[in-house]
């Protein structure tokens, strides 16, 4: 499980885990 879900954040389409640039709540796992 590579993909971490942030606050009902769920728009990690394909791209990293989470973009600091969509996603303030980036947490590179």
Do not use: E, I, K, M
Not at 19 to 25: A, E, F, G, L, R
Request: overall charge negative; charged content about 15%; aromatic content about 10%.
């Amino acid at each position: 499980d590579g993909l971490w879900v942030g606050r009902g954040d769920t728009d990690g389409l394909g791209l990293c885990p989470y973009d600091p640039q969509h996603n303030s709540t980036a947490v590179f796992a």
